[in-house]
């Protein structure tokens, strides 16, 4: 079991910056691919970014393509998502998840069913 817990959420306005943090405990991290989800109210969860368990590969939606970097820091167990030039529509639900799938292609990478762990959620709001 990977247990997960997202920090650093909030209130922004447009144009600003915030860094999400999800930390993981229970069994070792670096195995793992990691990915950030989002959901907005009305709306179905949708896939933000992943990081390859080795770091090495990293992948983005299009929406946040330029603006949104995934990190990992595997010596402190930590996942983070940097979102800078921060939209409206960017306001939702931020979910990291851990999955051992394949990360051959970057599809897999963009699917909900292929992580296995979910944190609880955290709120970021972008005002206008």
């Known amino acids: 079991q990977v247990q997960l817990v997202e920090s650093g959420g909030g209130l922004v306005q447009t144009g600003g910056s915030l860094r999400l943090s999800c930390a993981a405990s229970g069994r070792t991290f670096s195995p793992y691919n990691m990915g950030w989800f989002r959901q907005a109210p009305g709306k179905e969860r949708e896939f933000v970014a992943a990081i390859k368990w080795s770091g090495i590969s990293t992948y983005y939606a299009d929406s946040v393509k330029g603006r949104f970097t995934i990190s990992r820091d595997d010596a402190k167990n930590t996942l983070f998502l940097q979102m800078n030039i921060l939209k409206p529509e960017d306001t939702a639900v931020y979910y990291c998840?851990?999955?051992?799938?394949?990360?051959?292609?970057?599809?897999?990478?963009?699917?909900?069913?292929?992580?296995?762990?979910w944190g609880q959620g955290k709120q970021v709001t972008v005002c206008s």
């Open positions: 998840a851990a999955g051992a799938f394949t990360f051959g292609t970057f599809t897999a990478a963009t699917m909900a069913p292929k992580y296995d762990y």
